[in-house]
């Protein structure tokens, strides 16, 4: 304990020494609830109430002691299920409200404005809903075939990319999360007031800035609270709902089509005597879900391990200290320029965008258009996505049990591998001639969900420094809103209802995803290479005590190694 004393953690306020209460057990940890410390840093005045709280050089003193403790597993285990019950269900149900009604899901396109039918005819469901749709909104059709109430959605994103991440390092990571989330509801229920083009597009631009919080948030979340042999699967559990979502968004879709409007129980200065369509009840009752759930969420969801009282101070100790060996430093609300710099520097953030760009390139948006091509009315359309929703799940699980599995260094191989059956599947609805197997194809295509969950991992895992991860975070969903916004050009209305373009766009985009993932595992395994040869011959010297409890970036740090 001698030396660990002489070792100096640095923080904002100095130089703090490892505390000198601590003994040198798995269970005594009575030091641990000690109350004569805070262990918040806090700025002064209205702003300071308002913005993150760092730990403060106390508590991460106590972290550094906790770190040369033996920590008891079944401690641990006891401490990682509440976690699990305390953050997962939080962002799974978050990820469902986001996938029920977001035109970025292979259900929408989006689907609730053209193929949700009006409760004024039933009989030719898909055709009377497009037109009513463009009758009440005064649509033309130079709009919808242009795709843009599709694309609009994502300049939004884009606009708002960086900023919000930016700004979740600013503010309370949850409270954060869920004031866009209430944001999100409120544009949603606006847009069943829209009355005409410009107002559905303006929403929705303005939806897209509010929602481009949601993934980021989630990697972020997922990696303050999880190690990263762990963040894969818990990213996993989240994102599971993506299929939930996408099945209960066809089950909605069928139930709507079923249902006529009961004018009666509707005040007459809401339905102007005639009842509201069926598409607009999707986005009421989303809507208000959202912001039911964003209230929650801000009340009880913590925003960090570092003040939350549905832990004990020991608790919270244990829970920053079991990930001594991720090296990825503190949370704080501070930017660091020079991450930001070296961000814009590693060719890792540009790969990262590539990632995101081809994983999603407009492959989602037409799902439930190719699906119709096939001779499905839209009832039917929109029950197909129950299976879609379902293999989108077991290629999920399938993946993470493979991850789990495998020796480490894995994990790019078996992005490569789910990234296989997608690129068969698009091949499969583009050229092969039976119906069935079409639709099996399309179905397969879900296999690029499971690619995407472990890549988000490579990206909460394998950058280190706060600002450096926020600008990572920011640059994969930046590809994602980028795809999102070329992608839907490629289905042109002059190929209905194969949409080839689309497809052979879908398919190559895919192939091109492979190349970015072994291009990111090379960058990352050179770099291990590197730093490894530099440690063996001497000519780089680190205590991983000290440069784990630094916010530092990957770069900056020699005892960082790269997950594969």
């Not at 009421?284 to 209230?295: D, K, N, Q, R």
């Not at 591998?417 to 092969?432: R, S």
């Not at 689309?502 to 995803?513: D, T």
Request: hydrophobic share 45%; proline share 5%; glycine share 8%.
């Amino acid at each position: 304990m001698s030396d660990l004393k002489q070792l100096d953690v640095q923080t904002e306020k100095g130089d703090t020494e490892l505390s000198e209460y601590a003994p040198q057990t798995a269970t005594d940890l009575e030091w641990a609830n000690r109350t004569d410390i805070v262990d918040l840093e806090s700025k002064p005045g209205l702003l300071g109430y308002f913005l993150k709280k760092n730990p403060s050089p106390e508590f991460i003193a106590d972290v550094a002691t906790m770190n040369e403790t033996v920590l008891d597993p079944k401690e641990v285990a006891r401490i990682e299920r509440k976690i699990d019950w305390l953050i997962i269900p939080a962002l799974s149900v978050c990820y469902m409200f986001y996938y029920v009604l977001t035109p970025s899901e292979s259900s929408r396109i989006p689907m609730t404005l053209l193929t949700f039918p009006s409760n004024r005819d039933k009989t030719t469901l898909s055709y009377a809903a497009i037109f009513n749709i463009k009758k009440d909104l005064h649509l033309g059709k130079s709009e919808y075939a242009s795709s843009w109430l599709s694309s609009l959605f994502y300049f939004g994103w884009v606009a708002w990319a960086l900023p919000t991440n930016l700004l979740m390092q600013k503010f309370p990571l949850n409270k954060y999360l869920a004031a866009n989330i209430f944001v999100w509801g409120a544009l949603l229920m606006a847009q069943a007031a829209s009355r005409n083009f410009t107002d559905l597009a303006i929403l929705r631009t303005i939806s897209g800035a509010a929602e481009a919080v949601a993934d980021p948030a989630f990697v972020l979340i997922t990696s303050t609270w999880y190690t990263r042999e762990q963040q894969p699967i818990r990213i996993g559990y989240w994102y599971c709902s993506n299929g939930i979502g996408i099945g209960l968004g066809g089950l909605l879709g069928f139930a709507i089509g079923h249902v006529c409007p009961v004018t009666s129980l509707i005040p007459r200065f809401l339905t102007h005597r005639t009842g509201l369509p069926s598409w607009k009840y999707e986005f009421i009752i989303i809507g208000a879900l959202c912001c039911g759930w964003a209230i929650f969420m801000f009340i009880f969801i913590p925003d960090s391990p570092y003040q939350t009282h549905w832990f004990s101070r020991a608790e919270r100790l244990i829970i920053v200290s079991r990930k001594r060996d991720d090296q990825n430093g503190p949370d704080n609300r501070h930017w660091n320029s020079s991450q930001a710099i070296e961000a814009f520097m590693d060719i890792k953030t540009y790969l990262f965008f590539l990632f995101g760009f081809t994983a999603n390139g407009g492959t989602s948006n037409f799902g439930t258009l190719i699906v119709q091509g096939f001779g499905f009315n839209t009832l039917n359309t929109t029950l197909m996505q129950l299976p879609y929703g379902a293999i989108i799940v077991l290629f999920i699980v399938g993946a993470l049990i493979v991850n789990s599995k495998v020796p480490k260094g894995n994990r790019t191989y078996l992005m490569v591998a789910t990234t296989i059956p997608t690129v068969v599947g698009f091949a499969m609805v583009a050229w092969a001639k039976p119906k069935a197997a079409r639709l099996i194809g399309f179905w397969i295509t879900g296999a690029s969900n499971a690619t995407f969950v472990v890549g988000l991992s490579l990206v909460s895992g394998n950058v280190g420094g706060q600002t450096k991860k926020a600008i990572a975070s920011a640059a994969v969903f930046l590809g994602v809103a980028a795809g999102n916004i070329v992608g839907p050009f490629l289905f042109k209305d002059s190929e209905a209802p194969k949409y080839l373009t689309g497809v052979v766009g879908c398919m190559v985009s895919r192939i091109l995803e492979i190349f970015v993932i072994l291009a990111l595992r090379l960058v990352f395994s050179r770099a291990n290479a590197k730093r490894d040869r530099d440690v063996a011959e001497g000519r780089v010297q680190y205590d991983e005590r000290v440069t784990a409890l630094q916010d530092i970036s990957d770069w900056q740090n020699p005892a960082f190694r790269y997950v594969l």
